[in-house]
């Protein structure tokens, strides 16, 4: 088996005398689809910052690619859509195309010179997502589930080998769920990237993942999605607190 592309070994992070993560060990490997289940203030938010380096916990051991986490440095090669609802003001005056142009600032660098080739790659990035024909509409003009897949378009612009999303079908209409996940099993199949997603949605994504993890400060659960079939509604009831609830 080849290396993990991350590992967490017993990690652990309090905010001031709260522990939020207690003693999380975990791997990823190349192509896995990762559903990351657990209720309100479980420490999903704090474990994906952490994973992306945003925050540094107070004990443990974090490997992204094989290397340290302090030391890493191919952060574009880990694409972050959050929350749309947290991360963007729709009435913000940009074409799609501009928005997903954006993305391009991570991988070559604040002041450097877009590459030439810039708007291929802006169409690539929507075609993968399904929305090449509204590059040049108003980002504020579509619907929820459109701007979501323009905010991953802008994400995969970058190239990345992990797409890390928090909660992505928050503001999506019921109806579009579906063919939200069909895109993101696409995306994992076709292009083999790896996926995590915090999700609640775990009947609707269920038939797309790979790996569920349950996490309510620790991890109680890791491993496929089949096994975690098999968990009895009693257990996990006592591990999420009532928050997800078994596929039927």
Same mark, same amino acid.
């Given at each position: 088996?080849?290396?993990?592309?991350?590992?967490?070994?017993?990690?652990?992070?309090?905010?001031?005398?709260?522990?939020?993560?207690?003693?999380? !060990?975990? /791997?990823? *490997?190349?192509?896995?689809?990762?559903?990351?289940?657990?209720?309100?203030?479980?420490? =999903? #938010?704090? &474990?994906?910052?952490?994973?992306?380096?945003?925050?540094?916990?107070?004990?443990?051991?974090?490997?992204?690619?094989?290397?340290?986490?302090?030391?890493?440095?191919?952060?574009?090669?880990?694409?972050?859509? !959050?929350? /749309?609802? *947290?991360?963007?003001?729709?009435?913000?005056?940009?074409?799609?195309?501009?928005?997903? =142009? #954006?993305? &391009?600032?991570?991988?070559?660098?604040?002041?450097?010179?877009?590459?030439?080739?810039?708007?291929?790659?802006?169409?690539?990035?929507?075609?993968?997502?399904?929305?090449?024909?509204?590059?040049?509409?108003?980002?504020?003009?579509?619907?929820?589930?459109?701007?979501?897949?323009?905010?991953?378009?802008?994400?995969?612009?970058?190239?990345?080998?992990?797409?890390?999303?928090?909660?992505?079908?928050?503001?999506?209409?019921?109806?579009?769920?579906?063919?939200?996940?069909?895109?993101?099993?696409?995306?994992?199949?076709?292009?083999?990237?790896?996926?995590?997603?915090?999700?609640?949605?775990?009947?609707?994504?269920?038939?797309?993942?790979?790996?569920?993890?349950?996490?309510?400060?620790?991890?109680?659960?890791?491993?496929?999605?089949?096994?975690?079939?098999?968990?009895?509604?009693?257990?996990?009831?006592?591990?999420?607190?009532?928050?997800?609830?078994?596929?039927?």
């Amino acid at each position: 088996m080849s290396e993990p592309i991350i590992e967490m070994k017993n990690v652990s992070f309090q905010y001031e005398y709260t522990q939020v993560l207690n003693n999380i !060990s975990f /791997k990823v *490997n190349e192509g896995d689809f990762l559903a990351i289940l657990g209720p309100n203030g479980s420490g =999903k #938010s704090t &474990l994906l910052k952490i994973l992306l380096g945003l925050l540094k916990p107070q004990s443990g051991e974090i490997k992204l690619f094989g290397q340290p986490n302090e030391t890493f440095r191919q952060r574009e090669w880990i694409g972050y859509v !959050s929350q /749309k609802s *947290n991360a963007f003001n729709s009435g913000f005056p940009a074409t799609v195309e501009e928005v997903v =142009k #954006s993305g &391009l600032t991570k991988k070559v660098g604040m002041f450097k010179r877009i590459p030439k080739d810039a708007l291929l790659q802006v169409q690539d990035a929507l075609k993968a997502v399904g929305m090449e024909r509204f590059s040049k509409k108003n980002i504020g003009e579509l619907s929820g589930g459109q701007q979501q897949r323009v905010f991953i378009a802008r994400a995969l612009i970058a190239k990345p080998k992990i797409l890390v999303m928090d909660e992505p079908t928050v503001g999506i209409d019921h109806e579009n769920v579906q063919s939200f996940y069909d895109m993101l099993y696409s995306l994992n199949k076709e292009q083999n990237i790896t996926i995590i997603l915090v999700t609640h949605d775990v009947d609707t994504v269920s038939n797309r993942i790979s790996h569920v993890a349950c996490l309510n400060q620790t991890i109680h659960f890791h491993g496929y999605k089949q096994e975690f079939d098999e968990i009895s509604q009693e257990q996990l009831d006592k591990w999420q607190g009532h928050a997800v609830r078994k596929i039927h």
